[in-house]
């Protein structure tokens, strides 16, 4: 194909298709097929619709050898080029040329209603795409003169982001898993920072009779107060010795504190 020349295109291809002699309109009501003597058609065979540029051409063709019969080069459409009857959706009204300027209006028609269907649309899309085209065109030329995008927010129009569970590229999602605990169950609390000492047994007196809380950590209890805790504990530490030599002796006796 030569730079510049336009290729052919196939729209739609109908396999049977009927033409008859439309007699001339005394006025301006529409064409009736009802006129046309549908039982005794002038020529069958089969259309062919292509194009080529902006121009669509209703080519009707022998069945067998393809050969050429008429041909009707259409502009636009809908125009007086192709024109439905009044009384039927199967049926047009063509103008057919033969290429010297010469021109017939002859009427087709299809056997089925879906083949008529399938000609207004296949006429309809082609112009359809001549449109846009068009339009584009004029858009290239005069950028400045289309519709401008506009994508800033409008007054008190909010937005919504939901990144919980956005996948990372490994696959794995972003959201916090619980960590797992040890084998032996839950994780135990750690004790209480070295350097602090123990509560005083007069601390704990003094927090019962008030029945208030106790800060914790404690403050650094004193020398004389670290003494007393001392003794205290002493106490309980010298009756849980002679508890546990008596328990030898006597696995029945009881040891009072």
């Not at 003597?37 to 009707?60: C, E, F, H």
């Not at 290239?140 to 129009?157: C, I, S, V």
């Amino acid at each position: 194909m030569a730079e510049g020349e336009e290729y052919e295109s196939v729209l739609c291809v109908k396999p049977e298709v009927h033409v008859y002699r439309v007699p001339p309109r005394a006025s301006n009501r529409g064409y009736r097929a009802a006129e046309w003597q549908l039982d005794q058609p002038a020529w069958s065979g089969r259309m062919r619709i292509t194009a080529k540029g902006n121009v669509a051409y209703i080519k009707l063709e022998d069945k067998n050898s393809g050969e050429l019969f008429a041909q009707a080069p259409v502009d636009q459409f809908p125009s007086i080029t192709v024109e439905g009857v009044t009384d039927s959706s199967r049926y047009f009204v063509i103008r057919i040329e033969d290429g010297n300027g010469r021109r017939a209006f002859i009427g087709v028609g299809f056997v089925d209603r879906g083949d008529a269907f399938d000609f207004n649309v296949a006429l309809q899309d082609h112009f359809k795409w001549v449109k846009q085209q068009s339009e584009l065109a004029k858009q290239a030329l005069n950028p400045d003169q289309g519709p401008k995008l506009d994508l800033g927010f409008k007054e008190g129009q909010t937005i919504k982001l939901n990144i919980a569970n956005v996948k990372k590229k490994d696959g794995s999602s972003s959201a916090s898993r619980p960590r797992a605990t040890g084998s032996g169950g839950p994780s135990l609390i750690p004790p209480p920072p070295g350097g602090k000492t123990a509560l005083t047994g007069e601390q704990l007196s003094s927090a019962a009779e008030a029945d208030v809380s106790i800060p914790w950590p404690p403050p650094q209890a004193s020398n004389s107060t670290a003494e007393a805790a001392a003794d205290i504990w002493g106490d309980f530490t010298k009756a849980s010795g002679s508890a546990s030599s008596q328990a030898q002796q006597s696995s029945t006796s009881w040891v009072q504190f």
